[in-house]
């Protein structure tokens, strides 16, 4: 099973925050600061989640390149799966790493130049 959010990346993440919860309601839950900037926060709206994550943080390739698939994937075998397929003909934008949430994160543009931000979180 696999569940995918859509991830999004601003230019002053805290202030756009705001303004999408304006639009869409729903609550902010802050994961990641330096300072008073906000790095990451995700925007829960009922059963949605909208990933957000600051440029500097994100540091998209171009900007229009701002909108990302977020694919959190139940387990290691899949991940690996996912990853080496998309590693193989497309492009790696940050190699497969040990995420402090204690998973693996990875963001790779697959073949198709759709950008992906592969995550498994273990328990």
């Known amino acids: 099973m696999m569940i995918a959010y859509p991830f999004i990346a601003v230019e002053n993440c805290k202030d756009e925050m705001k303004y999408y919860q304006s639009v869409f309601g729903g609550e ?4 990641r600061k330096q300072g008073e900037e906000v790095l990451n926060a995700d925007l829960i709206v009922g059963d949605a989640i909208l990933k957000f994550a600051d440029t500097k943080a994100a540091k998209p390739v171009l900007q229009g390149d701002y909108v990302r698939i977020f694919l959190k ?11 080496s397929e998309f590693a193989a003909s497309g492009t790696i934008h940050t190699e497969r790493y040990e995420a402090p949430f204690n998973g693996l994160l990875a963001i790779v543009t697959d073949r198709n130049g759709v950008c992906w931000v592969l995550s498994h979180y273990r328990d």
């Open 73 to 83: 994937i139940e387990t290691e075998k899949e991940f690996q799966a996912i990853y």
């Open 28 to 31: 902010i839950n802050i994961l």
